[in-house]
Structure formats: structure tokens, C-alpha cells
């Protein structure tokens, strides 16, 4: 995930392949910038997004779906905005004076802000109703679950404060493409006053190879955690909030494929060191549900519940452990659970075909 040489580019916009999910595991159905993309210029053509970039408007508002920053906006870099905000005079998040769309936020931005600030964001949504890309408001929906999603993090860890909104509209009433035009405008009055071989904070962390694949939000999540347990009056919950997932993988259904290991794209879950179980860091799950997915024998769930202090410290846990003995079929090792020293593949075989063995004097 940290090679970024398949990107595409509109004037300001950029989406990395190599970071986009669907193409960590071809049958992922994530497409969730697809469906708030205002302009549809961004598409799944052979099961890969691909990025229309004459149809790009450079909204940014698409940019807070992405579960693994795929997508970035050359003027304004969410993560760096999130990890300057506690000493931000201006606690404000506006699309017409101190960021882009609210779009390029999601609840790991709101929460990190919040635990970290001991002033809570102002989002203003007074220019959403109205906006041009915010067609059939879904850039509108999608900001105020982010923002209710960290909102409901933070009651349930006993925070007292809340973030925010503002409703009242403008009170000048402009049409609402030159309301977007004026937007837009900043967007890119700012971006030409950047050193163009400057590089955001994300794509600067996506570069560094020792990420393993884990999106910044994240990160900055996880250590606004770990410097604010104290402040949270509970730590063990019974949901997983939307963010986090905790795994279980049955013992009995579990064939020690290693697919799961293979296709996950942040590492969460790794051999045990001597190849014969599944260790798995919570800290590092992304509850992208590839995982589950991709598990032939459906022995892998995301179960309730959620420890902050695991996921603050990157607690692992070995999920299975099996001891691996020579089938007396095939002599291929396999995961032994007991009874007769036959793989599921050769007693299945067995099973399924011993009418082709029968003998015609036994007919």
C-alpha cells in the first residue's frame, strides 16, 4: 500500500490506486466515494475505481468516505488540519473560511479534535442546504453521521462536551453555484500559493514503508487515545462504535489457510510465530470486513465490543492455535482437531467418492 505509483490526477485532485481497498481484495464491494460523489466522476469499472477526471469538480467531499485515504486534495490535507487543531485559535470548521468541504472529515477526525482540544469543533453546516455538490444531500447525510458517530463515541466514554453545528443560514442568499464558486475559488487561490514539491502529511506517511498500510486517521486516533485514557471514564464498551472491530475465528471451522492473513490490508492479523496459529492486533483493524469476506469456511466473525486500552496500546491476542500433525492420506500437514489423523480434504474426499472405489463383487 505505501507504492504510489498508480494515480490519477485532476487539476487539484488525486486518487491513488494503490491505496484504494477494492484493489487489496478484487471482490471488496466498498464504493462508498462512488455513491457520495456529486458529479459521478468516480466510477468501478471492472470491479476497479477509476477516477474521470474531466468530470472531477475538486469538492473534496468525498474525501472523508475513504476507509484508507485513497483520495487527497492538493490544498488541504485533513490529518494535518486534525493534528494542528488544539493549537488553532479557531475552532471553527467552515467550507467558506478554515477548510474545505466538511466531506473530507469523518468521526476519526472529530474524535481526535475532541480529545485532544479542550475546546470541542464548530462545524458549520449553515451553507450544506443550498450547496451545488450537495446533490440530493448526500455530502450533508454523510457529515452529520461522522459528526454523530463521534458524538456518540464521546458520551459513551464520559466526555461531557459535544461537537457542534451551525445552523443559521447565510444571510446574503446567493445562487448556489456562485456559492460553490466562491468556494471553490479559495480551494484553489490556496493551492497555488503552495510549494508545489511540498507533500501533505498523509501522503508523507503512505510513503514512509513502516505504515504497513494503516491510514494516518487512524494513527492519530489511536495516540489521541493513549494520551487521553485518563479522561474517559469507561474504556470497555459494548459496541464497536463504526470504527473499531474485534475478531473471533471459530477453532473448529478454522483450516489455518492463511487467506485472511494474506489479504489484510493493514496487518491486523498475523501468524503466531511458529506458523500454526492467528494473532490479531486490534489496534490495527480498520473493520474493513475483508476478512470475513474472504474466509471459504466462514470461520472468522467481527464479534461486539470494544477495549479502548487495547486498541490505545495495540494489545494483541492469538485468536486460534492448532497443532499441526501429518495427514495419513496425503501426508500433508494439516490443523489437527482431534480423532483420526485425516484432513478435511481427504475425509471429504473419501466421503464424497467411496462409491467409485466399491468393487464389483461387493455391488
Given at each position: 500500500?505505501?507504492d504510489?505509483?498508480?494515480?490519477?490526477?485532476?487539476?487539484?485532485?488525486?486518487?491513488?490506486?494503490?491505496?484504494?481497498?477494492?484493489n487489496?481484495?478484487?471482490?471488496?464491494?466498498?464504493?462508498?466515494?462512488?455513491?457520495?460523489?456529486?458529479?459521478?466522476?468516480?466510477?468501478?469499472?471492472?470491479?476497479?475505481?477509476?477516477?474521470?477526471?474531466?468530470?472531477?469538480?475538486?469538492?473534496?467531499?468525498?474525501?472523508?468516505?475513504c476507509?484508507?485515504?485513497a483520495?487527497s486534495?492538493?490544498?488541504?490535507?485533513?490529518?494535518?488540519?486534525t493534528?494542528?487543531?488544539?493549537e488553532?485559535?479557531?475552532?471553527?470548521?467552515?467550507?467558506k473560511?478554515?477548510?474545505t468541504?466538511?466531506?473530507?472529515?469523518?468521526?476519526?477526525?472529530?474524535?481526535?479534535?475532541?480529545?485532544?482540544?479542550?475546546?470541542?469543533?464548530?462545524c458549520?453546516?449553515?451553507h450544506?442546504e443550498?450547496?451545488?455538490?450537495?446533490?440530493?444531500?448526500?455530502?450533508?447525510?454523510?457529515?452529520?453521521?461522522?459528526?454523530?458517530?463521534?458524538?456518540?463515541?464521546l458520551?459513551?466514554?464520559?466526555?461531557?462536551?459535544?461537537?457542534?453545528?451551525?445552523?443559521?443560514?447565510?444571510?446574503d442568499?446567493?445562487?448556489?453555484?456562485?456559492?460553490?464558486?466562491?468556494?471553490?475559488?479559495?480551494?484553489?487561490?490556496?493551492a497555488?500559493?503552495k510549494?508545489?514539491?511540498?507533500?501533505?502529511?498523509?501522503?508523507?506517511?503512505?510513503?514512509?514503508?513502516?505504515?504497513?498500510?494503516?491510514?494516518?486517521?487512524?494513527?492519530?486516533?489511536?495516540?489521541?487515545?493513549?494520551?487521553?485514557?485518563?479522561?474517559?471514564t469507561?474504556?470497555?464498551?459494548?459496541?464497536?462504535?463504526?470504527?473499531?472491530?474485534?475478531?473471533?475465528?471459530?477453532?473448529?471451522?478454522?483450516?489455518?489457510?492463511?487467506?485472511?492473513?494474506?489479504?489484510?490490508?493493514?496487518?491486523?492479523?498475523?501468524n503466531?510465530?511458529?506458523?500454526?496459529?492467528?494473532?490479531?492486533?486490534?489496534?490495527?483493524?480498520i473493520?474493513?470486513?475483508?476478512?470475513?469476506?474472504?474466509?471459504?469456511?466462514?470461520?472468522?466473525?467481527?464479534?461486539d465490543?470494544i477495549?479502548?486500552?487495547?486498541v490505545?496500546?495495540?494489545?494483541?491476542?492469538?485468536l486460534?492455535?492448532?497443532?499441526?500433525?501429518?495427514?495419513?492420506?496425503?501426508?500433508?500437514p494439516?490443523?489437527?482437531?482431534?480423532?483420526?489423523?485425516?484432513?478435511?480434504?481427504?475425509?471429504?474426499?473419501?466421503?464424497?467418492?467411496?462409491h467409485?472405489?466399491?468393487?464389483?463383487?461387493?455391488?
Open positions: 500500500m505505501n504510489l505509483t498508480f494515480v490519477q490526477k485532476s487539476e487539484l485532485f488525486s486518487y491513488s490506486g494503490t491505496n484504494c481497498i477494492r487489496d481484495y478484487y471482490h471488496n464491494a466498498c464504493q462508498k466515494c462512488v455513491d457520495i460523489c456529486p458529479e459521478n466522476a468516480l466510477n468501478i469499472v471492472r470491479n476497479k475505481l477509476v477516477l474521470f477526471s474531466n468530470e472531477c469538480i475538486e469538492c473534496a467531499g468525498c474525501i472523508g468516505s476507509p484508507t485515504e483520495l486534495i492538493k490544498s488541504f490535507d485533513p490529518n494535518a488540519y493534528a494542528s487543531f488544539k488553532n485559535k479557531e475552532k471553527l470548521l467552515s467550507c473560511k478554515t477548510t468541504c466538511l466531506g473530507a472529515f469523518d468521526a476519526h477526525h472529530y474524535i481526535t479534535m475532541g480529545l485532544n482540544s479542550p475546546e470541542m469543533p464548530l458549520d453546516m449553515a450544506c443550498g450547496c451545488a455538490v450537495n446533490k440530493d444531500s448526500k455530502i450533508e447525510s454523510f457529515i452529520r453521521s461522522e459528526i454523530q458517530k463521534a458524538n456518540d463515541f458520551l459513551e466514554c464520559g466526555i461531557e462536551n459535544r461537537i457542534n453545528t451551525i445552523e443559521e443560514k447565510p444571510e442568499e446567493n445562487s448556489r453555484r456562485t456559492i460553490f464558486k466562491a468556494a471553490f475559488s479559495k480551494v484553489k487561490d490556496a497555488k500559493e510549494d508545489t514539491s511540498s507533500v501533505s502529511m498523509t501522503i508523507a506517511h503512505q510513503r514512509n514503508p513502516n505504515t504497513n498500510g494503516l491510514p494516518l486517521k487512524h494513527l492519530h486516533l489511536k495516540q489521541a487515545l493513549k494520551a487521553n485514557l485518563s479522561k474517559l469507561k474504556t470497555r464498551h459494548e459496541t464497536n462504535f463504526g470504527i473499531f472491530a474485534k475478531k473471533e475465528i471459530s477453532f473448529t471451522d478454522c483450516t489455518n489457510c492463511g487467506d485472511c492473513i494474506q489479504f489484510c490490508p493493514t496487518g491486523a492479523l498475523l503466531t510465530s511458529d506458523k500454526q496459529g492467528i494473532n490479531f492486533n486490534v489496534g490495527d483493524c473493520a474493513c470486513g475483508i476478512c470475513d469476506h474472504i474466509c471459504k469456511t466462514d470461520a472468522i466473525k467481527t464479534a465490543g477495549d479502548l486500552v487495547n490505545a496500546y495495540d494489545r494483541g491476542e492469538q486460534v492455535h492448532y497443532e499441526m500433525v501429518m495427514c495419513h492420506e496425503c501426508r500433508c494439516y490443523p489437527y482437531r482431534g480423532g483420526d489423523p485425516i484432513c478435511d480434504r481427504c475425509a471429504n474426499y473419501k466421503k464424497d467418492f467411496e467409485v472405489f466399491t468393487l464389483a463383487r461387493d455391488v
